[in-house]
DNA sequence: CTTAAATAATACCTCCAGGTATCATTTATG
DNA sequence: CATAAATGATACCTGGAGGTATTATTTAAG
């Protein structure tokens, strides 16, 4: 969609050129409705458009939509109070790595991604 | 176990200090054996002891024993293939976030995860 | 206004990693 | 030897994320 950042695309249209099953696709469109990185028109010749500029939705805003950011936020051991009461073993080392995950995800944009070429981060082939 | 690391530990006794389920950590002690990190000693008064020196056991060996160590090996973007025909989008960046990863789990021993005191890294209170 | 083409809401199903259950084997001890 | 206390092998079960099904709503166009 970030192709043509203006126009709208249905459902069906993504659909053809995505190979993931048709409604499981609906639901994530939906989902990425509500949370406002997309632009929904009901009705007939509805569809969706991104809601943004391109260079204002990272990895990391799409995944907290509709993936899980457990390993971003989590400590390594799965203690609940970590470096509040105390902190586990590996406390700074990991907060760092999960500092850099969030660098990562958070700094690279849609805008990033469509300069490099849709065939590198759209999957069509499983 | 690394806090004496000669002497041998039945599953029972490492059942009481743990709160993982009895069975469940049985079936951990197997594996952890099956792949060199602990010896077994069968019969009575068998146990387990850990197989070698702490500071040659990393997180890493036992996350590829008894985890799941798909972040550190996949392709952000799932592709096969990444990096091998064509990078994906993101290759060099996330290539980078899961070296660092493997860093630091590879570099933290039970030797450094014994100095800091076994509260700091064992999880007995779920 | 009716129809058809789209999205929205809601409830349900399925698969598999994480966890269980059962029985077999090994060995110290009296 | 028999027993009990330990580990080993193997097959099975289950909760919940990922995926599906069904019905309701919205709207352009003739």
Request: glycine share 6%; charged share 25%; hydrophobic share 40%.
């Amino acid at each position: 969609m970030a192709i043509d950042e203006k126009r709208l695309y249905s459902s069906n249209e993504v659909f053809k050129s995505l190979k993931i099953p048709f409604r499981y696709l609906r639901k994530l469109l939906i989902l990425l409705s509500k949370n406002g990185l997309l632009v929904s028109v009901q009705g007939k010749n509805g569809g969706y458009r991104i809601a943004k500029n391109l260079v204002d939705i990272s990895l990391l805003d799409i995944i907290q939509t509709v993936g899980d950011d457990q390993v971003i936020n989590k400590c390594f051991f799965g203690f609940e109070g970590c470096a509040f009461e105390k902190k586990c073993a590996i406390h700074d080392k990991w907060a760092a790595v999960r500092e850099h995950i969030n660098d990562v995800l958070s700094s690279t944009t849609l805008a990033e991604l469509k300069e490099s070429g849709p065939q590198s981060f759209i999957s069509n082939n499983n």
